[in-house]
């Protein structure tokens, strides 16, 4: 635990480094987003199986780079108790331009009611225009109380006018014997209707017979709303 709260320390440090750096005062505001999904996939296993997910997040900024909040959804998991996940996230964005930038993420991640997937998750987000390339550490995958490494990759494109193509491959590595490294890819196509965002998504695992049958393809009807 130490060592995560030296992490958000040196975030803090770091983000008020570069508010000296460009002499300009932090603009605090608290802005989030409440999504409804026909279920809940993560990297490409289901966390609901197959039920509706509602979910929420909530951010205060301290500024342009630096803020702290909360994310929360429910879940539903053979032969356990967790119905609802809840995460405390920090994260500190470092631009390098107006179109790239790098974002530093911490997350811990608590489980109700058992806990027994609770864990921490460490980020770094590289977003170059359209793309994306993530890393993501998680302490506790998938409940199994092991390590497992993400390398993710992803493109957002513009078709049809005003609607958003988005595709996303991750390569996941977990520290688990009876599971091999396998691969998670998703695409979905949304647009605009008001002030929200309606998107139909198909998912799905290179290793969906290692994975107890949380790895098929799925498909994904979201609608998202900020504020």
């Known amino acids: 635990m130490r060592r995560y709260i030296s992490f958000i320390i040196t975030l803090i440090g770091l983000n008020s480094y570069s508010f000296a750096a460009e002499n300009s005062s932090p603009t605090f505001k608290m802005d989030g987003e409440v999504s409804l999904l026909s279920q809940y996939v993560e990297n490409g296993l289901n966390q609901t199986d197959g039920s509706p997910a509602l979910q929420g997040s909530f951010w205060f900024n301290f500024g342009p780079q630096f803020r702290l909040g909360l994310w929360g959804s429910n879940t539903n998991y053979e032969d356990s108790n967790d119905n609802f996940n809840l995460r405390a996230n920090a994260d500190i964005k470092i631009n ?132």
């Open 96 to 227: 390098f331009s107006q179109e790239s930038n790098a974002v530093i993420g911490y997350s811990y991640s608590t489980y109700y009611q058992d806990g027994d997937r609770n864990g921490n998750i460490l980020s770094l987000h590289l977003n170059f225009g359209s793309y994306r390339v993530m890393f993501d550490n998680f302490s506790n995958w998938e409940g199994t109380h092991k390590k497992s490494m993400r390398l993710g990759l992803g493109k957002a494109t513009q078709v049809f006018t005003s609607w958003i193509w988005d595709n996303e491959a991750g390569y996941n590595s977990p520290d688990v014997d009876a599971i091999s490294s396998y691969f998670d890819l998703r695409t979905g196509i949304g647009t605009n209707w008001g002030v929200i965002f309606l998107e139909g998504a198909v998912t799905g695992t290179s290793a969906a017979g290692d994975l107890n049958g949380t790895g098929d393809i799925y498909f994904i009807l979201s609608a998202k709303t900020g504020f």
